[in-house]
Every structure is written in structure tokens, then in C-alpha cells.
């Protein structure tokens, strides 16, 4: 009976713990977040909340792991950094091409790609689900 008490309480104690530390650990300019529920995925996150796949990941970096597979339930991550959140979107879908997705954002391809430097050149690396961004502006801060 007491141990059933006591691992409930370190159980709680455990969730608490993870919940303070993602929020600790969201970049200062943060401008919006999210909490994981259940069954999230990056691809579900970045299409439900407007943010490219590429962008969730970038301002994770630490926090998500390459695969995505690391997310848990009331984990705080963030969507886009102060000055550097796209929020114009496209999920691609089959038969998407970078060329068919920048003609109808009415952009050219080379703000496409440069907002979306996952995507090689020749955009055979994107895949159906992935979420770019398609905003004429260009948020992706070059070194």
C-alpha cells in the first residue's frame, strides 16, 4: 500500500519535473509554443500550428532529436523565434514539387529554398506530410 503511494508520488514528481524543465529550456525570443499532447508528431505539430518542419526543428535544436522521436506528453517547445517566425505554410502532398508549391505561394523558388535549407537544390529530398515554408519573406538568418 505505502509503496503504491510512493511510486505514484515519484511518478508525479518525475512529470513535474520534465514539464519545469521544457520550459526552461525555450529560447529566451521565443514567440509562441506548444504543448506535446498525446500522439504528436513534428510533421502534426508543424502543419497544426503553422510552422515548417525545418523551423521546428531549428529552434529545438537540442530539445528534438533528429528523428523526432523524443517528444513527450507536456513537453513546452517552441514554434518560431522573435523576428524569424514564418507562419505561411504548405504541407507537402504527392506529387508536390518545390516549383508547383512556390507558384502557388507566388513566390520564386529561390525564398522557398532559402527559408527552407532542409530542401536540397534539385527538392527531390521532401517527402509528403513535410510542412515548408512559403512566405515571400525570407526568415532564415544565413552565417
Not at 529561390?110 to 536540397?120: E, G
Amino acid at each position: 500500500m505505502h509503496a503504491s503511494f510512493f511510486t505514484a508520488g515519484l511518478v508525479a514528481l518525475a512529470a513535474i519535473a520534465s514539464v519545469v524543465s521544457a520550459q526552461s529550456i525555450l529560447p529566451k525570443d521565443c514567440d509562441r509554443n506548444v504543448t506535446v499532447r498525446a500522439m504528436d508528431t513534428c510533421n502534426g505539430i508543424s502543419a497544426a500550428q503553422s510552422v515548417s518542419t525545418y523551423q521546428l526543428a531549428a529552434v529545438n535544436n537540442g530539445t528534438i532529436d533528429a528523428g523526432c522521436d523524443n517528444l513527450f506528453i507536456g513537453q513546452i517547445i517552441c514554434l518560431g523565434l522573435s523576428g524569424q517566425d514564418c507562419d505561411v505554410t504548405h504541407v507537402m502532398e504527392a506529387g508536390d514539387t518545390c516549383q508547383s508549391v512556390a507558384d502557388a505561394a507566388g513566390i520564386p523558388i529561390s525564398t522557398l529554398l532559402a527559408n527552407n535549407p532542409n530542401v536540397n537544390s534539385n527538392c527531390d529530398n521532401v517527402y509528403a506530410g513535410e510542412v515548408l515554408c512559403t512566405a515571400s519573406k525570407i526568415y532564415v538568418k544565413t552565417a
